[in-house]
């Protein structure tokens, strides 16, 4: 797909919110796989992800802004910024640092 030589390939699993819970026009509630390639702090995408995420040709070079989160070690997402599937993301990497919500997810783990 991408030719690159010391790349990084990696999975990035997008999933999208349900149109019933947040009005949004570009949500779904079907999870989709894709395969991308990071090669000097880029992340090489396929056109369908691309789309996915809210570009169209009309962006052109313009480009789609898009919201990378994180809560280390396992949980980070990047959506298209100013959509509700930002403020979930960020939503979630809020609440992870509450001590609460940390012991709940420990309890969890333990089942």
Do not use: C
């Amino acid at each position: 797909m991408f030719r690159t030589s010391a790349s990084r390939v990696a999975l990035l699993k997008n999933s999208k919110l349900d149109r019933s819970r947040f009005n949004s026009s570009n949500s779904s509630s079907t999870a989709l796989q894709f395969k991308v390639v990071l090669d000097n702090q880029t992340l090489y995408v396929g056109k369908p992800l691309a789309e996915a995420l809210g570009w169209t040709p009309q962006a052109g070079v313009d480009g789609v802004k898009l919201s990378l989160h994180g809560w280390d070690p396992t949980f980070f997402t990047i959506t298209r910024a100013g959509t509700d599937s930002e403020w979930l993301a960020r939503g979630t990497v809020e609440s992870g640092q509450n001590p609460d919500v940390q012991t709940v997810l420990d309890h969890l783990k333990e089942r």
